[in-house]
């Protein structure tokens, strides 16, 4: 069964308020103009330009060279073709974490040169003073906490957080801390479903679970992870709901046959 569209603009008060009524938000991440169309007129209601694209877009082995330059380039696309979902921008590996300075300057930049509403930045603790920074700037911040992949060299690899009581008790603790900063939402990655729902239940702001089960507020999905474009890794948190990949390359397997076999142009596509 599909659901109705509603085409009403999606903004950080609408997101707020579906927590507060029990609705769940859909966000899906996007890189370019097709995928921002595709995502916006299928009604995902919050559409991140996630520095996943380092990985599933340039071919990179982390999201760590990914720089503001591709970013912005990237944001810049999906949001001309947004009509209707919210358009987060990721801050990129050390676009925030020199200066509080350079943070709000990075942060300004998605919203005056590539038409973002908001921003993501990971961590906690440490970047609640940034988070309060760029808020007070009147830029809405998404958190993120838990499995936080530009710390992947610190963190040791791409694994479960949050699982031991001490490291549970922190992820709870920064999230209250980025709530009372200002961001508006907080995205939970890899972390157990039961420390999910409680750090659910103790904050206001809605949190967007990927790899943190169903208790979340809403949830988010790499593009190319759930339909198929990535063929590297799937994760385990990770539901496929289609093979483009396979699809693609079946086509194109198609073309050049038809061209070798001489069966491609045909009259119809000729002048
Ligand atoms: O970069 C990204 O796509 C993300 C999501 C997976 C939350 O951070």
């Known amino acids: 069964m599909s659901t109705q569209v509603k085409m009403s603009k999606v903004t950080t008060a609408v997101i707020r308020e579906m927590k507060r009524k029990g609705e769940i938000i859909t966000v899906l991440t996007a890189y370019?103009?097709?995928t921002g169309l595709v995502v916006d007129e299928a009604g995902v209601d919050i559409i991140l330009v996630g520095d996943s694209l380092g990985m599933v877009v340039l071919g990179y082995d982390s999201t760590i060279p990914v720089t503001?330059?591709?970013?912005?380039?990237h944001t810049k696309a999906v949001s001309r073709a947004v009509k209707r979902a919210l358009v987060i921008g990721d801050?990129?590996?050390?676009?925030?974490?020199?200066?509080?300075?350079?943070?709000?300057?990075?942060?300004?930049?998605?919203?005056?040169?590539a038409?973002?509403?908001?921003?993501?930045?990971?961590?906690?603790?440490?970047?609640?003073?940034?988070?309060?920074?760029?808020?007070?700037?009147?830029?809405?911040v998404m958190a993120h906490l838990g499995l936080t992949p530009q710390s992947?060299?610190?963190?040791?690899?791409?694994?479960?957080?949050?699982?031991d009581e001490a490291s549970a008790k922190r992820i709870l603790e920064d999230a209250k801390m980025l709530e009372e900063a200002g961001a508006f939402s907080l995205v939970l990655e890899c972390v157990p479903a039961s420390l999910a729902k409680l750090v659910t239940e103790s904050i206001s702001i809605p949190t967007i679970g990927i790899g943190a089960g169903i208790h979340c507020d809403?949830?988010?999905l790499v593009l190319h992870d759930m339909l198929g474009m990535f063929e590297k890794f799937t994760p385990k948190?990770?539901?496929?709901?289609?093979?483009?990949?396979?699809?693609?390359?079946?086509?194109?397997?198609?073309?050049?046959?038809?061209?070798?076999?001489?069966?491609?142009p045909e009259k119809k596509h000729s002048f």
């Open 32 to 34: 370019d103009y097709p």
């Open 68 to 73: 503001m330059e591709d970013m912005l380039h």
């Open 91 to 113: 801050m990129p590996f050390m676009s925030y974490q020199i200066s509080a300075e350079e943070a709000l300057y990075n942060a300004g930049r998605f919203l005056q040169e």
């Open 115 to 140: 038409d973002a509403h908001g921003v993501k930045l990971e961590g906690g603790r440490e970047v609640a003073e940034i988070t309060r920074r760029i808020t007070s700037a009147g830029i809405p």
């Open 152 to 163: 992947v060299h610190q963190i040791g690899g791409y694994r479960v957080q949050g699982k």
């Open 218 to 220: 809403g949830q988010v």
């Open 237 to 264: 948190f990770v539901k496929q709901y289609a093979q483009l990949n396979v699809l693609m390359k079946e086509g194109v397997r198609q073309y050049v046959d038809e061209v070798r076999g001489g069966l491609f």
